[in-house]
């Protein structure tokens, strides 16, 4: 730090003057630091310190940047005891931060008088309390950090193995196509060789033959020589001809020749690859502000009960009322714009296509489109069993009935059951399907977990967290971000996509939720939309 010279009073001011000189009355430059005295020393004194004080380490200027900090009534800019408040900028000051920095200041204050009875005040007393509480909280911000790094290396080991399995697999298929492709080969050059060794052979019998004939012929002699000439003729005239024959036959037969002709997608397909798959950094939002929205309309008889929640893609939204039995279409504003009545109870409600929603309602399925913003009734099927959840994926349907999922045909046709969990009640409330179709999430209410499954029903994971207490909705956005309702906990938590851990707590009582039952992200606002217990509102709360 350069050294600051002006003049006050006559008296040069020094960015650090020497502590034992002050306190005779003299004002010289300090060039030196003792931590352990919590002294600035000049030249003169530090020699003097040096006979006293052998073992003490002494900075020079050359580490001036370890000259601050040490002492709690010593300015940490320029050395000197604080004097002063300024109040304009609520800063501590010495002498020199007085003169630099603050002579245009209107209110100052000296630390004397401003200090006068403070310890005796309430805000004094309670200041250990109010450090030990940040202590804490930094203590517990720095653990969570610490498993947050703990959990971000069990990631990065489990995503590794998943690319070392992945190339594994793909080593494996690769394999299976050599396999065949060889297997291929060898029959085909079975086939050949067999062909070649058998014109060989032929050609060879017919040799011999030949070679026998004129054996024959040549000893041929006695007075049958010229009938037996004549035979001997007539036959190697037929074997000529059945040689020539022969030798025509294989001559004109077309050339078989084995060629390989790669097949050049597989390439193609590989070289258009940048990698196996992509790592994504997921994201975990935040509650930025909320607000409440009434959804009653005119004729609803009971407080609404907002069981589902869907988003349309031109950004209406659409929800089930159960105790008032009414679906309500909503704007981009969630202003109440169309509602439709349907019988019983309604649970739950899930997108279908471009314009369509169904609704599980007690022992029915219900088929709805929007239509000019104006909710139309289709059609509807028939369970034998409670709806009380619903999800679509890839023109199937699923269906929750407290302790099992099903899964039907978009007729209402039963295909199978997906999963099944009598130890409790409520054991697959409400479920929701990841993007891609290879992940189901089941909320657990009876053993307050959220499970992940495979889309043949196996369990792949089991999450359950003191802020998940009774788990009702939950949802999954386009891009695969997972959220999750804690009815009795009053959170909104967002999980990680393979259902393992917690990645934040998004919203939660403090910040005006209650009793929350139904739950949609939607990515074009990034608004988290909640449907509570028993109130006629829904709370929208702002995300980043």
């Known amino acids: ?27 010289i430059e300090a060039q030196h630091f003792c931590p352990e005295c919590e002294h600035y020393l000049c030249e003169n004194c530090v020699k003097l310190h040096k006979g006293y004080h052998s073992k003490h380490t002494v900075f020079g200027r050359g580490d001036i940047q370890k000259w601050v900090g040490f002492s709690m009534d010593i300015c940490d800019q320029h050395g000197n005891n604080l004097e002063f408040h300024c109040d304009d900028h609520q800063e501590l000051c010495c002498h020199v931060c007085l003169a630099l920095w603050h002579r245009h200041c209107n209110n100052i204050s000296h630390l004397p008088d401003l200090a006068r009875g403070f310890l005796k005040t309430e805000e004094f007393k309670q200041l250990p309390v109010a450090l030990d509480n940040m202590r ?86 006695g007075k049958h020589k010229e ?31 084995v060629l390989f002709y790669p097949n050049t997608k597989i390439e193609t397909f590989l070289k258009g690859l940048d990698n196996l798959g992509n790592s994504d950094k997921v994201q975990g939002y935040k509650c930025h502000s909320s607000k409440y929205v009434s959804v009653k309309v005119q004729g609803d008889e009971s407080n609404c009960y907002i069981e589902g929640i869907c988003e349309m893609p031109n950004g209406d939204f659409v929800i089930a009322d159960r105790t008032n039995k009414r679906v309500k279409l909503l704007n981009s504003q969630y202003q109440v714009i169309d509602h439709c009545e349907l019988p019983g109870y309604l649970q739950h409600l899930c997108h279908i296509a471009v314009n369509e929603v169904a609704v599980a309602a007690r022992y029915e399925v219900h088929f709805l489109k929007v239509t000019n913003r104006r909710l139309q009734k289709v059609r509807k099927f028939t369970t034998e069993h409670e709806c009380i959840s619903i999800a679509h994926h890839e023109g199937q349907m699923y269906v929750g009935s407290t302790t099992v999922l099903y899964q039907y045909t978009m007729d209402g046709e039963l295909v199978k059951k997906i999963y099944e969990d009598k130890s409790g009640n409520l054991t697959a409330d409400k479920c929701a399907f990841s993007p891609d179709g290879e992940r189901i999430y089941v909320t657990n209410r009876c053993k307050h977990t959220l499970l992940t499954l495979d889309k043949s029903g196996q369990v792949l994971s089991t999450f359950k967290d003191p802020e998940l207490k009774c788990p009702r909705g939950v949802c999954v956005s386009p891009s695969g971000h997972v959220f999750v309702c804690g009815r009795e906990a009053n959170t909104v938590l967002q999980v990680d996509r393979e259902g393992t851990q917690k990645l934040t707590t998004v919203a939660k009582k403090a910040d005006g939720l209650e009793w929350p039952r139904s739950v949609c992200f939607s990515e074009q606002t990034s608004s988290l939309v909640v449907g509570k217990y028993g109130e006629n509102n829904i709370i929208v709360f702002k995300l980043y």
């Open 136 to 221: 804490s909280r930094l203590d517990e911000l720095r653990n969570a950090r610490m498993k947050d790094q703990a959990s971000h290396e069990d990631s990065y080991k489990n995503i590794l193995a998943e690319i070392k399995a992945l190339r594994k697999e793909i080593n494996f298929i690769f394999d299976q196509l050599e396999k065949k492709t060889v297997e291929e080969l060898d029959s085909m050059m079975k086939h050949l060789e067999k062909s070649v060794k058998d014109d060989i052979e032929t050609c060879a019998q017919m040799h011999h033959q030949l070679k026998n004939m004129v054996k024959k012929l040549q000893q041929m002699s």
């Open 227 to 257: 009938t037996s000439s004549y035979i001997v003729y007539q036959k190697c005239q037929n074997k000529l001809i059945k040689a020539d024959s022969m030798i025509q036959e294989i001559t004109e037969r077309p050339k078989q020749r």
């Open 1 to 27: 730090m350069a050294t600051t010279s002006m003049y006050i009073a006559s008296d040069q001011v020094y960015d650090y003057s020497c502590s034992k000189c002050n306190e005779d009355g003299k004002n």
